[in-house]
């Protein structure tokens, strides 16, 4: 299996624009898990889905934040509109059983607002 | 709630040093700790786990043992190199409630040859 796969690896846009960014979990795996990592906060969950279903976006910072899931190779983390605030890397991650057992994260998406 | 707390960092080495990053955890119940380490440019991936009480972890040279009465699963390394530079995260997932991972804030490690 190729791991988890995001895209793209870096996205520069102003602000005020829409961003969306991609995640292929490994298939097979029934949980799907986005974060976001900054220097100040460190690392962050924002939401998670358990068979494609979002179970916890309690982490999602605010409205501009939204996640899909439509179905169970693929899914989406959209800011819309963006703000510079929202500068970090996002990273997608997926496990098989939830929490207790091996999360495998992507490589993440460096994303920068101008 | 539940939380993970990290030594605070940068650490720097040698190499051949003897390496020690400490982590202690709150949680209700007992919950499976990690190690999880991130080389610079990628993601996160596990380096070792312990599941319940008095495991231990190991992998690459590196271990961690579940301290229940301390409640702590420190990582160390009996002899480090340049190639382990890279920042260590400890985490724990709970055992009842949402299967989600909780991380520490993150050690960043630095060996010089």
């Known amino acids: 299996d190729a791991g988890v796969i995001q895209s793209p690896r870096h996205e520069v846009t102003e602000m005020g624009q829409e961003v969306t960014l991609r995640c292929k979990p490994i298939?097979?795996?029934?949980?799907l898990f986005w974060y976001r990592q900054t220097m100040m906060r460190g690392l962050e969950l924002l939401i998670y889905?358990?068979?494609?279903?979002?179970?916890?976006d309690s982490g999602m910072p605010e409205d501009r934040f939204s996640a899909k899931m439509p179905n169970a190779s693929f899914s989406t983390l959209k800011i819309q509109p963006s703000e510079p605030r929202d500068s970090a890397v996002y990273f997608c991650?997926?496990?098989?059983?939830?929490?207790?057992?091996?999360?495998?994260f992507g490589q993440g998406t460096r994303l920068t607002v101008v | 709630g539940n939380s993970v707390t990290q030594m605070e960092g940068p650490v720097t080495l040698s190499e051949e040093a003897f390496l020690t990053i400490n982590c202690t955890y709150t949680?209700?119940?007992?919950?499976?700790l990690f190690w999880y380490v991130q080389y610079p440019g990628e993601g996160l991936q596990l380096l070792l786990k312990?599941?319940?009480?008095?495991d231990k972890g190991s992998n690459k040279g590196f271990e961690a043992t579940y301290r229940k009465e301390t409640t702590s699963f420190h990582l160390e390394k009996g002899s480090v190199q340049v190639s382990d530079s890279a920042v260590y995260f400890c985490?724990?997932?709970?055992?009842?409630?949402?299967?989600?991972?909780?991380f520490g804030q993150g050690t960043r490690l630095t060996i010089n040859p």
């Open positions: 991650a997926s496990s098989l059983g939830g929490g207790h057992a091996e999360a495998f």
């Open positions: 298939s097979g795996h029934d949980y």
């Open positions: 889905f358990n068979n494609n279903v979002p179970i916890d």
């Open positions: 949680a209700t119940g007992y919950p499976s």
């Open positions: 312990a599941t319940k009480a008095d």
């Open positions: 985490a724990l997932s709970p055992i009842q409630g949402a299967q989600k991972l909780v």
